[in-house]
């Protein structure tokens, strides 16, 4: 019977999107991109594609990211992109409607979390359910979320930072802020415009993140040349950037997302603080890989953090691990049409 019922996990994420299939794992990992000509409203590409295309377009051309600080921003071209992922990974020979399983992150709303359920049905999902990303983060991690333990896990995205502490397979306390990768990328823009008096794109500052960015001060910097448009004189010109000046710019974002940890530390109940304390904090999603991410938030709390393996995936694993096991994931899925 396993063959009829399809079952796919979407990892919809502000900056990419990731399709897990039991069995083969992540079969697809695009940019949450979508480009859209102005004229009549037409979607021109998706992913990987409109990625490319992000400051290149002409005028009637957008490349727009439909899904803003994690939750829907745009409702029909979400749906446009599901169905695009969905079709692209069940192929033409789509006879069966997949049971889909999309990630959401912790602090949203019930209004948006519906809008994601209607969305993925009417990109043809025969039914939809809906996990939060922290829990999914840490099944994805392997953490065995139903001991009567405290598990803390913060999973840093392009568009949220989503901060839990787990036991028994619920979420005991959490928050979620829109303050993540993309919130980086655009204050090292806005440093090397009044630093250097050159204007960069998203691209280029998402380099200079992955390159030379760190959470704390180095001693021996990493440098790397830039490329951009002088705003004095209009012309494209070169500069310079070392990792204590991306260091400087990010600083406000960072102390936005240590906040928030700090924030869920103070809430969570003594026994499961306890428990923490001995396990330490995990740290999964994308930005997380930002380095000595870490340490920084070591320093700051007094409690140790950890890397997942392969942060970038834990949320599309999870949302794999908790497909093929519905029953046993019941208590924390949401939704269900």
């Keep these: 019977m396993s063959f009829f019922s399809r079952k796919l996990g979407i990892d919809l994420g502000t900056a990419n999107t990731l399709v897990f299939v039991p069995g083969k794992g992540i079969v697809l990992?695009?940019?949450?991109?979508?480009?859209?000509?102005?004229?009549?409203?037409?979607?021109?590409?998706?992913?990987?594609?409109?990625?490319?295309?992000?400051?290149?377009?002409?005028?009637?051309?957008?490349?727009?990211r439909p899904m803003k600080d994690g939750v829907i921003a745009d409702y029909r071209v979400t749906e446009a992109m599901l169905a695009y992922y969905i079709n692209k990974t069940l192929g033409k020979w789509n006879l069966f409607k997949p049971e889909v399983l999309v990630s959401v992150p912790a602090g949203v709303t019930s209004t948006e979390r519906r809008a994601v359920i209607e969305a993925a049905i009417k990109a043809g999902a025969k039914n939809a359910y809906i996990v939060k990303e922290p829990i999914l983060a840490a099944i994805g991690a392997g953490v065995p979320i139903h001991e009567a333990q405290g598990h803390m896990i913060v999973d840093i995205g392009g568009g949220t930072t989503d901060v839990a502490v787990i036991s028994l397979g619920g979420i005991v306390a959490s928050t979620?802020?829109?303050?993540?990768?993309?919130?980086?990328?655009?204050?090292?823009?806005?440093?090397?415009?009044k630093t250097s008096n050159l204007s960069?794109?998203?691209?280029?500052?998402?380099?200079?993140?992955?390159?030379?960015?760190?959470a704390i001060s180095l001693d021996d910097e990493l440098?790397?040349?830039?490329?951009?448009?002088?705003?004095?004189?209009?012309?494209?010109?070169?500069?310079?950037?070392?990792?204590?000046?991306?260091?400087?710019?990010?600083?406000?974002?960072?102390?936005?997302?240590?906040?928030?940890?700090?924030?869920?530390l103070q809430e969570t109940p003594p026994e499961l603080a306890s428990d923490i304390i001995?396990?330490?904090?995990?740290?999964?999603?994308?930005?997380?890989?930002?380095?000595?991410?870490?340490?920084?938030?070591?320093?700051?709390?007094?409690?140790?953090?950890?890397?997942?393996?392969?942060?970038?995936?834990?949320?599309?694993?999870?949302?794999?691990?908790?497909?093929?096991?519905?029953?046993?994931?019941?208590?924390?899925?949401?939704?269900?049409r």
């Design 29 to 64: 990992n695009e940019p949450s991109v979508v480009a859209v000509s102005i004229n009549d409203n037409r979607i021109l590409a998706v992913g990987l594609e409109a990625k490319d295309m992000v400051g290149k377009t002409p005028d009637d051309i957008i490349a727009y």
């Design 200 to 214: 960069i794109g998203e691209k280029t500052a998402e380099q200079i993140k992955i390159q030379v960015g760190s």
């Design 176 to 193: 979620s802020v829109k303050c993540a990768g993309n919130r980086i990328d655009h204050a090292i823009v806005d440093y090397i415009k």
């Design 278 to 336: 001995d396990k330490g904090i995990l740290m999964t999603g994308g930005s997380s890989q930002l380095r000595y991410f870490p340490e920084l938030v070591y320093r700051r709390t007094g409690v140790k953090a950890r890397l997942a393996k392969d942060p970038l995936y834990c949320v599309a694993k999870g949302t794999g691990i908790a497909l093929e096991h519905l029953d046993t994931y019941k208590k924390s899925i949401v939704a269900k």
């Design 223 to 264: 440098t790397m040349s830039i490329k951009g448009r002088d705003f004095v004189t209009g012309l494209p010109r070169q500069a310079e950037i070392s990792t204590n000046e991306v260091v400087k710019s990010i600083r406000k974002e960072l102390r936005e997302m240590i906040k928030a940890i700090k924030d869920v």
